[in-house]
C-alpha cells in the first residue's frame, strides 16, 4: 500500500477525497455523540481528531504504534493518543448505543416492516498470550476450541435485521474467580466514574449482566421481536428473567443438569426427545413439544435435523404461537454476529489493535472497533452491496489510499493551469479540451474522480 509522510493527515482525507468515512461522522452526528457522552478534551486536539485519526488506522494499514509512536511527522503526538484512550471518565457504552440507535433509525426506514428484528447475544474470546501486567487479565475458558487462554471474554449484545447487524453494548469480563486472574486492578478511581463501573463489571458474572444489557437496549427505543441466544446461555433461570423484556429463541444445551417438566415430570431434553412422536422420511423439522419451567413459564421445544451429523438439535422459544418454520428461520438471524466477531478479529484489530495494560484504554479501543463495523454495516446497507464485509473493508482501504493520488493529480493540474495561462485568448477552449480529456482518461481506468473536476477544486487550483 502506497503511504505518506504523514500516514494519518486528517485534511487529506476531509478536503482532498470527500471520503466515505468523514462522511459517516457527519451524517450520524459523532461529534455531537461524543460531546453528550462526555468524550471531550481540555486542551489540546480535540476529542473528534484523535477518534477520527485512531478510527482510520486498519484502511491505511496502520497502527498507533507505527504511524503515530515512532512516527516523528505525526499531526497527533502520542502523550495526547494515550491520555485520550486511558481516559476513566469517557461515557464509551453511551457513546456506541446513541451511535447505533442512529443508524438503526436510518436502517430501520429501509426494513420492510414485515420483516422480524432481533436482539442477538453472544461472548467471543479475546486473546492476549503475550501479555502479563495487563490491567484484570485472567484465564479464561473458549468454548469454541474448549481450552484455557490467557485474555478476556466480551459478552455482546447486538441488533440485527436480518441484513445489518449492529453492535449495541457489550462488556469486556475478566474472571469472577478472583484465582483465575494474573493481574487485579491496577487504577485508584472514584466508585461513580465510568471506568470503576467497567471494572466491576469485569468480575462479575455474565448471567448478571445480561439483563440490565437488555434494558438498556430496550429502553434507548431499539426495535426488535425477540432476543436470540446460542446454548451456553440457555438456561431456565435467565430465560425467564429475560422473558420478562423480550420473547426469547434460543439453542438448547443437552445435559442431564437442565430439567422441564413435560406432561407433569421432570426430564431433561434428550428424555423429552426419546418420548415424542417424529415426522416421517427427511422431514428438516422432526418434531415439537410444550414445556414448562419450574417458575411456572411455558415454552416450546423445536426439534430440528442436524444437517452436518446424522444427529438432532433442540431450539426454544417463549412465544408459543410461533410456528415452528418460523422458530427456525428467525434464530438462523444468530448467524451475523459471528460474521461480526470475525471481521471485527480479522479486519479490525479487535485483539490486536491496542497493546496498551490499561483497561480503559482496552475499552476504548473494543468501542471504536465497533463504531468500524458500523460503518462497514451502513456502507453496505446503503448501497445494497453483494460484498462481504471483508471484501468492502479492503475496498475503504483502497480509497483511503487514492486520496493521496488525488492530491497529486490536483498537484499536476496546478502545474497544467499555470502554463495554459501563457495562450492568452485560447486559455478557455484549451482548459475544456483538456479537463475533458482528463476526465474520460480517469474514467476508462474505472476510477470515479469526478469530484476533483468540481468549481471550487478548479478555481482552488487555478489560483
Same mark, same amino acid.
Given at each position: 500500500?502506497?503511504?505518506?509522510?504523514? %500516514?494519518?493527515?486528517?485534511?487529506?482525507?476531509?478536503?482532498?477525497?470527500?471520503?466515505? +468515512?468523514?462522511?459517516?461522522?457527519?451524517?450520524?452526528?459523532?461529534?455531537?455523540?461524543?460531546?453528550?457522552? *462526555?468524550?471531550?478534551?481540555?486542551?489540546?486536539?480535540?476529542?473528534?481528531?484523535?477518534?477520527?485519526?485512531?478510527?482510520?488506522?486498519?484502511?491505511?494499514?496502520?497502527?498507533?504504534?507505527?504511524?503515530?509512536?515512532?512516527?516523528?511527522?505525526?499531526?497527533?503526538?502520542?502523550?495526547?493518543?494515550?491520555?485520550?484512550?486511558?481516559?476513566?471518565?469517557?461515557?464509551?457504552?453511551?457513546?456506541?448505543?446513541?451511535?447505533?440507535?442512529?443508524?438503526?433509525?436510518?436502517?430501520?426506514?429501509?426494513?420492510?416492516?414485515?420483516?422480524?428484528?432481533?436482539?442477538?447475544?453472544?461472548?467471543?474470546?479475546?486473546?492476549?498470550?503475550?501479555?502479563?501486567?495487563?490491567?484484570?487479565?485472567?484465564?479464561?475458558?473458549?468454548?469454541?476450541?474448549?481450552?484455557?487462554?490467557?485474555?478476556?471474554?466480551?459478552?455482546?449484545?447486538?441488533?440485527?435485521?436480518? *441484513?445489518?447487524?449492529?453492535?449495541?453494548?457489550?462488556?469486556?469480563?475478566?474472571?469472577?474467580?478472583?484465582?483465575?486472574?494474573?493481574?487485579?486492578?491496577?487504577?485508584?478511581?472514584?466508585?461513580?466514574?465510568?471506568?470503576?463501573?467497567?471494572?466491576?463489571?469485569?468480575?462479575?458474572?455474565?448471567?448478571?449482566?445480561?439483563?440490565?444489557?437488555?434494558?438498556?437496549?430496550?429502553?434507548?427505543?431499539?426495535?426488535?421481536?425477540?432476543?436470540?441466544?446460542?446454548?451456553?446461555? %440457555?438456561?431456565? %433461570?435467565? +430465560?425467564?428473567?429475560?422473558?420478562?423484556?423480550?420473547?426469547?429463541?434460543?439453542?438448547?444445551?443437552?445435559? *442431564?443438569?437442565?430439567?422441564?417438566?413435560?406432561?407433569?415430570?421432570?426430564?431433561?431434553?434428550?428424555?423429552?426427545?426419546?418420548?415424542?412422536?417424529?415426522?416421517?422420511?427427511?422431514?428438516?423439522?422432526?418434531?415439537?413439544?410444550?414445556?414448562?419451567?419450574?417458575?411456572?413459564?411455558?415454552?416450546?421445544?423445536?426439534?430440528?435435523?442436524?444437517?452436518?451429523?446424522?444427529?438432532?438439535?433442540?431450539?426454544?422459544?417463549?412465544?408459543?404461537?410461533?410456528?415452528?418454520?418460523?422458530?427456525?428461520?428467525?434464530?438462523?438471524?444468530?448467524?451475523?454476529?459471528?460474521?461480526?466477531?470475525?471481521?471485527?478479529?480479522?479486519?479490525?484489530?479487535?485483539?490486536?489493535?491496542?497493546?496498551?495494560?490499561?483497561?480503559?484504554?482496552?475499552?476504548?479501543?473494543?468501542?471504536?472497533?465497533?463504531?468500524?463495523?458500523?460503518?462497514?454495516?451502513?456502507?453496505?446497507?446503503?448501497?445494497?452491496?453483494?460484498?462481504?464485509?471483508?471484501?468492502?473493508?479492503?475496498?475503504?482501504?483502497?480509497?483511503?489510499?487514492?486520496?493521496?493520488?488525488?492530491?497529486?493529480?490536483?498537484?499536476?493540474?496546478?502545474?497544467?493551469?499555470?502554463?495554459?495561462?501563457?495562450?492568452?485568448?485560447?486559455?478557455?477552449?484549451?482548459?475544456?479540451?483538456?479537463?475533458?480529456?482528463?476526465?474520460?482518461?480517469?474514467?476508462?481506468?474505472?476510477?470515479?474522480?469526478?469530484?476533483?473536476?468540481?468549481?471550487?477544486?478548479?478555481?482552488?487550483?487555478?489560483?
Amino acid at each position: 500500500m502506497q503511504t505518506t509522510n504523514n %500516514a494519518i493527515d486528517l485534511q487529506l482525507i476531509k478536503n482532498e477525497c470527500e471520503s466515505r +468515512i468523514d462522511s459517516f461522522f457527519s451524517q450520524f452526528g459523532i461529534a455531537t455523540i461524543a460531546r453528550n457522552s *462526555s468524550i471531550k478534551k481540555a486542551r489540546g486536539y480535540s476529542a473528534l481528531t484523535i477518534l477520527l485519526n485512531i478510527f482510520v488506522l486498519p484502511f491505511i494499514g496502520k497502527n498507533i504504534y507505527r504511524s503515530i509512536v515512532i512516527n516523528p511527522k505525526s499531526d497527533v503526538g502520542k502523550d495526547a493518543i494515550y491520555e485520550f484512550m486511558r481516559s476513566s471518565n469517557f461515557g464509551w457504552r453511551r457513546f456506541l448505543l446513541k451511535l447505533a440507535f442512529g443508524v438503526h433509525e436510518f436502517v430501520d426506514g429501509l426494513t420492510s416492516k414485515g420483516r422480524e428484528s432481533v436482539l442477538i447475544l453472544d461472548d467471543s474470546t479475546i486473546e492476549r498470550p503475550r501479555s502479563k501486567k495487563v490491567e484484570l487479565l485472567a484465564k479464561v475458558h473458549d468454548h469454541t476450541t474448549g481450552r484455557f487462554l490467557k485474555g478476556f471474554k466480551l459478552l455482546t449484545l447486538a441488533w440485527s435485521d436480518g *441484513s445489518t447487524l449492529l453492535p449495541l453494548d457489550f462488556a469486556l469480563r475478566s474472571s469472577a474467580n478472583k484465582k483465575q486472574r494474573y493481574q487485579e486492578v491496577s487504577k485508584d478511581l472514584d466508585k461513580r466514574s465510568c471506568g470503576a463501573r467497567r471494572r466491576q463489571e469485569a468480575v462479575t458474572k455474565s448471567t448478571d449482566l445480561i439483563e440490565p444489557m437488555i434494558e438498556r437496549a430496550l429502553k434507548a427505543g431499539f426495535k426488535a421481536k425477540y432476543l436470540l441466544m446460542d446454548s451456553w446461555f %440457555a438456561m431456565p %433461570a435467565l +430465560i425467564s428473567e429475560v422473558c420478562k423484556h423480550i420473547p426469547v429463541i434460543c439453542m438448547v444445551k443437552r445435559t *442431564s443438569k437442565i430439567h422441564y417438566i413435560f406432561e407433569g415430570q421432570k426430564m431433561d431434553v434428550t428424555l423429552i426427545y426419546s418420548q415424542i412422536r417424529k415426522r416421517r422420511g427427511r422431514a428438516k423439522i422432526l418434531a415439537n413439544a410444550q414445556v414448562e419451567f419450574k417458575d411456572g413459564l411455558k415454552a416450546k421445544l423445536v426439534f430440528v435435523r442436524n444437517k452436518h451429523k446424522r444427529d438432532w438439535l433442540a431450539l426454544l422459544t417463549t412465544n408459543l404461537t410461533l410456528a415452528d418454520e418460523d422458530v427456525v428461520r428467525i434464530y438462523g438471524k444468530r448467524w451475523d454476529i459471528e460474521v461480526f466477531f470475525r471481521t471485527a478479529k480479522q479486519h479490525l484489530e479487535l485483539e490486536k489493535g491496542c497493546q496498551s495494560r490499561d483497561f480503559d484504554a482496552l475499552i476504548a479501543h473494543t468501542t471504536i472497533v465497533m463504531t468500524r463495523y458500523i460503518f462497514l454495516s451502513i456502507e453496505k446497507r446503503r448501497t445494497d452491496d453483494p460484498r462481504t464485509l471483508g471484501l468492502l473493508f479492503h475496498r475503504c482501504c483502497e480509497e483511503a489510499e487514492d486520496c493521496t493520488l488525488v492530491k497529486a493529480l490536483c498537484q499536476i493540474l496546478d502545474i497544467t493551469l499555470e502554463n495554459l495561462k501563457k495562450l492568452g485568448e485560447a486559455q478557455n477552449q484549451a482548459e475544456r479540451i483538456l479537463f475533458e480529456a482528463f476526465r474520460d482518461g480517469m474514467r476508462s481506468l474505472g476510477r470515479d474522480f469526478d469530484y476533483i473536476f468540481n468549481e471550487q477544486r478548479l478555481l482552488a487550483a487555478n489560483g
